[in-house]
C-alpha cells in the first residue's frame, strides 16, 4: 500500500474425494433351540412358526458385554428383535451359511446382529458358525458405508502497520475446513447409520497483534490477540450409556477459543538470555448436545443432567437419548486457563577454547482435563511447574559440547482425584503416561561437522 502498510492475500483450495466404510469377519453362535418354541415373555410361543421375534424381553447379561453396562438388576429393557433368527434347516435361506455344517434342528441368527432372544440368554451355544467376510450393515437395509465428494475454498487477509522501523502491527482474519468423512475410529459398530456420518469441521480466526524490538535490538517481543470458533467440532465422545468405555467420533456443535499469548527475549548481556512468554485462555463449548455421559454422571442420571432412559422415552418416545449429556458451556478439554514459561540461557569461558554452558526452562501453568471422550475429572493434569535443566561444557566455537540435562524435575504429570470416582463399581481409567509424566536425565554429547 505504501511504505509503511501491506495487504497480504491467500487462499487454500481443498478437494476431498473418499469412500468410508465398515468390513470385516463375523460370525455367530449356533444353538440347538428354536427361539419361537419357547414361551419367554407368556403369550405363547410363535404359532406362526415364521422365525420371527417380536417385543422380545432380554437384558444380554450383566456386566460389561456386547450391549455395554447392564445392571444385572434390571431385566426390564424391551428390544425389538425383528427376522433375525436363521433356521440352519431351511435350505431356501441363503443365510444358511452361516451355519456351517449344521443342519435341522439348529438355529443362529444374522452375524450383523447384536441382540439375542431372551430364550438363548442362559442357554450355551453348541458351536460358533464360520467366519464370514463382508461390508457391515446396520440392519438388512443399511450399509455403513459414506460416498464422501466435498471442496472447500478457504481465503486468509493480513493487514500489516509498520509505525517505526522496529515494530509491526497486524490484524489477521482465516477460514479453515477439515473435510469429513465417516467414524473410522470406533472398535464397534455405531448404534446407526447417522452416527457412522462425520460432517465437515470448520474454523474461523481472528487476531491481531504486534512484534518488534527494543534497546537497540537487544530486547524482542511479540503479542497476539486471538479468538478461534470453530463449528461442527470433529471430537470423540464416549458411546452413550456405555460405562466402560467404547467411543465414536462426532461433530460437536461449537467451541470458542479465546485469549492472549505472548513470548519476549532479552539479551541482558552478551552471556546471559532472559526469555518470558505465556498465554490467557478461556475455552468454552457453546454447544455440544449429545455427548457421552461419563460414568459418574450415569449413575446419577435420574437426578442429575445426563439423560435416563424414563427421560428419554419421554423427550423422543425411545432410547435413543439414553446416556447422553449437553455439555453447553463446559469448560474446552486440553485448554488451561493460564501458561506461564521462563527461560536462560548462560554461559562463561573456562579458558580460551572452552566455555562453561547452563539453560533452564520453568513452565508454570494452570490445570485441565485431558479426556475429551465424557470430560471426567479423575485423571487430570492438576496446576504444576514443569521444570527443565542443561548444565556442561563445550568449545568456543560450538563444534562440540558435552550436557547433562535433568527433565521434569519435580515428576509433574497426571494426578488422580478419587473425590470425582464415587461410583461404587468403579472402573479401571486409562491413562497415557510417558516418559514425560516422570522426571528423568542424561548425558547429551553433540559433535557438529563443518
Not at 28 to 37: A, E, H, L, N, S
Request: charge should be negative.
Amino acid at each position: 500500500m505504501d511504505d509503511k502498510a501491506s495487504i497480504d492475500v491467500g487462499a487454500r483450495f481443498t478437494d476431498i474425494s473418499k469412500q468410508s466404510y465398515i468390513q470385516g469377519f463375523g460370525a455367530t453362535w449356533i444353538f440347538d433351540v428354536d427361539p419361537d418354541g419357547i414361551d419367554t415373555d407368556g403369550a405363547g410361543p410363535d404359532a406362526a412358526g415364521d422365525g420371527v421375534i417380536y417385543t422380545t424381553d432380554h437384558d444380554n447379561g450383566c456386566g460389561q458385554g456386547i450391549q455395554g453396562w447392564r445392571d444385572c438388576s434390571d431385566r426390564s429393557r424391551d428390544n425389538d428383535v425383528v427376522d433375525v433368527i436363521i433356521d440352519c434347516g431351511d435350505v431356501t435361506d441363503p443365510r444358511t451359511r452361516q451355519c456351517g455344517s449344521y443342519g435341522a434342528g439348529f438355529y443362529t441368527n444374522v452375524w450383523q446382529t447384536r441382540e439375542i432372544p431372551d430364550a438363548w440368554d442362559t442357554l450355551s451355544p453348541v458351536d460358533l458358525g464360520p467366519m464370514l467376510w463382508g461390508i457391515r450393515r446396520a440392519n438388512s437395509n443399511d450399509i455403513y458405508y459414506r460416498d464422501y465428494n466435498e471442496n472447500f475454498f478457504d481465503p486468509q487477509i493480513t493487514l500489516r502497520y509498520r509505525p517505526t522501523d522496529n515494530m509491526s502491527l497486524y490484524a489477521k482474519w482465516a477460514r479453515a475446513t477439515k473435510g469429513g468423512g465417516a467414524d473410522v475410529s470406533t472398535a464397534g459398530l455405531p448404534d446407526n447409520q447417522d452416527a457412522f456420518l462425520i460432517e465437515d469441521e470448520k474454523a474461523e480466526n481472528w487476531e491481531i497483534g504486534a512484534k518488534g524490538s527494543l534497546m537497540d535490538g537487544a530486547a524482542q517481543y511479540n503479542i497476539t490477540a486471538f479468538n478461534i470458533t470453530i463449528n461442527d467440532l470433529q471430537i470423540a465422545t464416549t458411546t452413550p450409556g456405555d460405562l466402560g468405555g467404547g467411543s465414536v467420533s462426532t461433530n460437536a456443535g461449537k467451541q470458542r477459543t479465546r485469549g492472549i499469548e505472548w513470548d519476549t527475549r532479552w539479551a541482558a548481556t552478551d552471556r546471559l538470555t532472559l526469555g518470558f512468554a505465556g498465554a490467557i485462555m478461556d475455552g468454552k463449548m457453546l454447544s455440544f448436545e449429545g455427548a457421552g455421559c461419563n460414568d459418574l454422571e450415569f449413575e446419577q442420571a435420574d437426578t442429575g443432567p445426563c439423560i435416563s432412559e424414563d427421560e428419554s422415552d419421554a423427550l423422543v418416545g425411545d432410547d435413543s437419548l439414553e446416556g447422553t449429556i449437553d455439555r453447553s458451556g463446559s469448560d474446552a478439554p486440553r485448554t488451561p486457563n493460564w501458561s506461564f514459561i521462563v527461560d536462560l540461557d548462560y554461559w562463561y569461558p573456562l579458558s580460551d577454547n572452552l566455555k562453561y554452558q547452563f539453560s533452564s526452562k520453568m513452565n508454570y501453568t494452570d490445570g485441565y482435563i485431558v479426556n475429551v471422550e465424557d470430560f471426567n475429572e479423575i485423571l487430570k493434569y492438576g496446576t504444576r511447574i514443569i521444570a527443565n535443566f542443561n548444565v556442561g561444557v563445550g568449545d568456543m566455537d560450538d563444534t562440540w559440547s558435552l550436557n547433562f540435562y535433568l527433565r521434569n524435575a519435580f515428576s509433574e504429570g497426571l494426578q488422580y482425584f478419587p473425590e470425582n470416582d464415587s461410583v461404587e463399581a468403579r472402573i479401571i481409567k486409562p491413562a497415557n503416561l510417558s516418559p514425560r509424566n516422570w522426571a528423568s536425565y542424561g548425558v547429551n554429547l553433540t559433535y557438529n561437522w563443518r
